[in-house]
């Protein structure tokens, strides 16, 4: 199959939030406790909320800026693609790059919604949890019908509070929810407890995706203090097989069949491997450390209820044979540093190479389509108008070209060590 004839359906991508998000979405007695969108006298913008002040580091939106401005400094919205904050503008990107569909990951409030999760008045953190959400499927999602897949945030400090949401947002459409591949690194139990039944009760009734996204634990992992930047980013997707390891030794998957995890931008090349040590791992211990799966082996839990995502991993496809390509599915992660926008058909391309069309279909969209409980077929008129072809065409001239953004008085000057990242991740506030 050819580039042009492609349906590409991201599942991870992700949105750098506009400043008038909250606007209209609190009752009168939030208004003033909403986050507030800055812009500091270095012309960088930020978000403050009780009491916390979190940037927008530039790996975070660099679609479009020469791969020599990428670094961790903070940003203005005046350095970024309009497409990483405005959906009108976000779809022209995607159609540009011949991305029919799009799963949004958040951005300031965290993956899983920590920031609200910190206040101490949960009245307050739920108004401000329900209110981006509704901002994100009503607004982000809801403005351009076929193109988005919306993803929701969890009321992440109780269980019971976080699925009356999942059922909430369910009912408007929304099938999706982050959340963290380590809970425990956040200061809630693990998913080896029971904490978490209601949640996933609730997820498998409604069938809501959970995304584990890395990162998610607020965690990320490298192999010293001193260690390059190239170390933690070498490691991040690979790191994921962490998560992967608790979901098979927990009782969630085995406890609610129908629950579907998602291990959001984690790569499938290690999967192979991963399978033979779950069951290998089995078969010579479960006598003693008391795993029981019936009739089953772990590696059949995890192909029948794990989604694996990828960006761009020829070796993954490769190994085919030794994955559930119904469970497979592919991501862009625009505008991240990963991301191949604009040329994304083109270099998936390459990656698919042998793949019969029927497996590239369920790569590309018909996985995600199923799992997501996502139809653009049904309101673009069908897929003939949904190709990489038939959406770029209906942008052309849109403007894709590299561009430098740096800031007048810019060093471009970028911190080398990971631990820089690390404690900028870990340490939002100033």
């Known amino acids: 199959m050819k580039a042009d004839d492609m349906v590409l359906v991201s599942v991870d991508d992700h949105v750098v939030e506009p400043p008038d998000l909250f606007e209209g979405r609190l009752a009168a007695k939030y208004v003033d406790l909403a986050p507030q969108f800055i812009t500091n006298p270095d012309g960088t913008n930020v978000w403050k909320y009780n009491g916390e002040t979190v940037a927008n580091v530039a790996l975070n939106a660099v679609a479009g800026r020469p791969k020599e ?66 901002w994100h499927i009503d607004e ?26 999942i059922r909430r ?92 995890v998602a291990l959001s931008e984690g790569g499938i090349g290690w999967i192979p491997y991963f399978l033979e040590r779950i069951d290998y791992n089995y078969d010579r211990h479960h006598a003693w450390t008391g795993q029981d799966f019936g009739d089953k082996l772990p590696s059949e839990i995890f192909n029948n ?3 694996t995502c990828f960006i761009d991993d020829k070796f993954g496809l ?19 540093s990963d991301s191949n926008w604009p040329l994304s058909p083109e270099i998936f391309e390459q990656s698919v190479r042998g793949l019969s069309d029927l497996d590239i279909d369920k790569v590309t969209h018909r996985n995600a389509m199923k799992h997501f409980n996502y139809d653009p077929f049904s309101v673009l ?46 340490s939002p506030a100033e």
């Open 69 to 134: 401005e990428y670094g961790i400094e903070p940003t203005s919205f005046a350095q970024l693609r309009k497409g990483t904050y405005d959906h009108t503008e976000r779809v022209k990107d995607m159609s540009a790059n011949g991305v029919l569909g799009s799963l949004c990951f958040p951005s300031f409030p965290q993956f899983c919604g920590q920031l609200f999760a910190r206040t101490e008045d949960k009245d307050v953190a739920l108004a401000m949890v329900r209110a981006y959400n509704d």
């Open 140 to 165: 982000w999602c809801g403005s351009h019908p076929g193109r988005f897949i919306p993803c929701a945030l969890p009321a992440i400090w109780d269980p019971e509070v976080m699925a009356a949401e």
């Open 381 to 426: 008129g069908g897929r003939e108008n949904c190709t990489v072809k038939a959406l770029r065409k209906q942008v052309e001239g849109h403007d894709v070209a590299i561009k430098a953004q740096r800031r007048e008085g810019d060093s471009g000057a970028h911190a080398t060590k990971a631990a820089d990242l690390i404690k900028i991740a870990m």
């Open 318 to 336: 490769a190994s085919r044979d030794y994955l559930n390509m119904d469970m497979v599915t592919w991501e862009c992660d625009y505008p991240h």
């Open 169 to 260: 947002v369910a009912k408007k459409g929304c099938h999706a929810l982050t959340f963290s591949e380590n809970p425990s690194k956040l200061g809630w139990p693990s998913i080896h407890s029971d904490h978490w039944d209601p949640v996933w009760q609730a997820c498998s009734e409604e069938s809501v995706v959970v995304c584990m996204h890395i990162g998610s634990s607020s965690q990320l992992t490298i192999t010293s203090p001193d260690a390059p930047m190239d170390v933690m980013i070498t490691l991040q997707p690979m790191n994921i097989v962490q998560a992967a390891a608790d979901l098979v030794w927990s009782k969630m998957l085995r406890k609610f069949p129908d629950l579907k």
């Open 305 to 307: 209820q794990v989604l």
